[in-house]
């Protein structure tokens, strides 16, 4: 199952590569982050433990950097969850890139989940509410790097 979020922030990748590689600011537009042991900058191939707040229930799992490039890709994989249901199978991959242009950065966020246990048939319903019915919310990450001029 894959999501994909695109946002247009006004700002160089230069101004926003920051907020992106510090686990610090991570944290703080990563929505469903509650914690992060990392600190500092993501280094490759970097393991960290990461607790995440998802449908109302707490995860916890392994996180490791798989990819990065200088202010255009910085890519997770999360892995080895632990929870109150067995989603030791659960794998996600987050991959986050950056695209300058025009002195704007365009941020595609695409999370790819595999071993999710959730019915095939329910798949589409899922993507139609992610795609259609999500709550607009305020894009964290857009505002942080504007405020910041």
């Avoid at 686990?23 to 929505?31: C, G, V």
């Avoid at 707040?53 to 999360?78: D, P």
């Avoid at 999710?116 to 999500?134: A, C, N, R, S, Y």
């Amino acid at each position: 199952m894959h999501i994909v979020e695109h946002s247009i922030i006004d700002r160089p990748a230069s101004k926003v590569w920051p907020f992106i590689i510090a686990a610090e600011y991570f944290q703080l537009w990563n929505t469903k982050i509650i914690s992060l042991e990392a600190k500092g900058q993501f280094l490759l191939n970097q393991p960290f433990m990461t607790r995440y707040r998802m449908n109302g229930k707490e995860m916890q799992c392994i996180s490791t950097v798989t990819a990065l490039e200088n202010e255009r890709l910085l890519e997770i994989q999360h892995t080895n969850y632990v929870s109150n249901k067995d989603n030791s199978q659960l794998s996600v991959c987050e991959r986050i890139t950056l695209k300058e242009w025009a002195h704007r950065t365009i941020v595609t966020k695409d999370v790819e989940v595999k071993h999710h246990q959730v019915p095939w048939i329910l798949i589409p319903l899922i993507w139609l509410t992610m795609k259609f019915g999500k709550p607009v919310e305020p894009d964290k990450l857009k505002q942080m790097c504007e405020a910041n001029a």
